[in-house]
Nanobody, 123 residues
Framework: QVQVVESGGGLVQAGDSLRLSCAASGRTVSQYGMGWFRQAPGKEREFVAAISWTGDTTYYADSLKDRFTISSANGKNMVYLQMNSLKSEDTAVYYC????????????????WGQGTQVTVSS
């Protein structure tokens, strides 16, 4: 089993930057890929980015890849999402999740999810 805990959300202004953190733990965590998803009010959960623990495989949502960067600290079992030039439409609950066998783009492939962290961008 893998436990996932997000942190770093908050209220920021449009144009600001924010870094989210995800702490993963569990005996088999190294066998999982990690991903970030987000869900805005009234909308479906959407893929943001995903990464392998070695960092050699990354995936991004096309619409976010110019502003968001995912990274991993393998020795610390930490995954980060650096978000720059934030916009009001980035307001959402951001979730970190673990997928067996490596990273992917589809939420139904992920087995373990955190509780989410709220990001609110004021315009």
């Amino acid at each position: 089993q893998v436990q996932v805990v997000e942190s770093g959300g908050g209220l920021v202004q449009a144009g600001d930057s924010l870094r989210l953190s995800c702490a993963a733990s569990g005996r088999t965590v190294s066998q999982y890929g990690m991903g970030w998803f987000r869900q805005a009010p009234g909308k479906e959960r959407e893929f943001v980015a995903a990464i392998s623990w070695t960092g050699d495989t990354t995936y991004y949502a096309d619409s976010l890849k110019d502003r968001f960067t995912i990274s991993s600290a393998n020795g610390k079992n930490m995954v980060y999402l650096q978000m720059n030039s934030l916009k009001s439409e980035d307001t959402a609950v951001y979730y970190c999740a673990a997928k067996p066998g490596g990273p992917g783009r589809w939420s139904d492939q992920y087995e373990y999810w955190g509780q989410g962290t709220q990001v609110t961008v004021s315009s």
